[in-house]
């Protein structure tokens, strides 16, 4: 069965530390994979995309890796500031009929 | 938000009652979702359009409906014959089909969320 699994569920940090999300997937055959930052009440925003080929990518405090052959990937903030505070969501999507297979997310709380 | 809007951002809606949610975006995007997000689960997918005119069933579409009459519109309306109605309820769009070859990004609307009372 096609699924993605987050972890940990929830996470508290304080202000300024480093953090690490992971995204497990079993969905084949994979094409891509996305990150998004969704904040509470509101859409989820793109972080990042890698394909198969990438294994890494950053936007500013955020870095992604992908590590396709144990299917993982994982999320890490650097710095966290108040504004990190946000569920994180894990999206693959496959390669055979576009369908996009979405995580339940991390709910990240960063404390002052 | 991205261009997308939604509204109501918040609906109470009696029980055997239709309500419809809309959804415009001025992004000139041809493809356009509607989901559905419950507490510790992910999006699940309940229509999505690619061009006007046409639209597919998504993971969960029993109890809803939706039209694309415009390209920047995609109403859904939650029917009562859907029987767990009360969920936030995400619009977004994307240029092409998300997940595609081109792995277009999705943006979302802010959402609305459906309480029945």
């Known amino acids: 069965k096609n699924q993605v699994e987050q972890s940990p569920q929830s996470l508290i940090i304080l202000e300024g530390k480093n953090c690490t999300l992971q995204?497990?997937?079993?969905?084949?055959?994979?094409?891509?994979l996305r990150w998004y930052k969704q904040d509470t009440g509101r859409g989820p925003v793109s972080l990042t995309i890698m394909t198969f080929s990438e294994n890494t990518k950053s936007n500013g405090r955020y870095t992604a890796t992908l590590d396709a052959d144990t299917k993982q990937s994982s999320l890490h903030i650097t710095a966290s500031q108040l504004s990190d505070s946000a569920s994180y969501i894990c999206?693959?999507?496959?390669?055979?009929?576009?369908?996009?297979?979405w995580g339940a997310g991390t709910k990240l709380i960063i404390k002052p | 938000d991205g261009g997308i809007t939604q509204s109501p951002k918040y609906l109470f809606r009696k029980e055997g009652q239709n309500v419809t949610l809309s959804c415009e975006q001025n992004l000139n995007h041809d493809a356009m979702y509607w989901y559905r997000q419950d507490p510790g689960q992910g999006l699940r997918l309940i229509y999505y359009?690619?061009?006007?005119?046409?639209?597919q069933k998504g993971d969960i579409a029993e109890g809803y409906s939706v039209s694309r009459e415009k390209k920047e519109s995609f109403p859904l309306t939650v029917t009562s014959a859907q029987k767990n109605p009360t969920a936030f309820y995400l619009c977004?769009?994307?240029?092409?089909?998300?997940?595609?070859?081109?792995?277009?990004?999705?943006?979302f609307g802010p959402g609305t969320r459906l309480t029945v009372l």
């Open positions: 977004a769009s994307s240029p092409g089909l998300a997940g595609g070859p081109r792995a277009d990004t999705q943006y």
């Open positions: 995204c497990n997937y079993t969905v084949s055959p994979f094409s891509n």
């Open positions: 359009s690619q061009i006007v005119n046409d639209f």
């Open positions: 999206v693959v999507s496959m390669d055979s009929n576009y369908q996009l297979i």
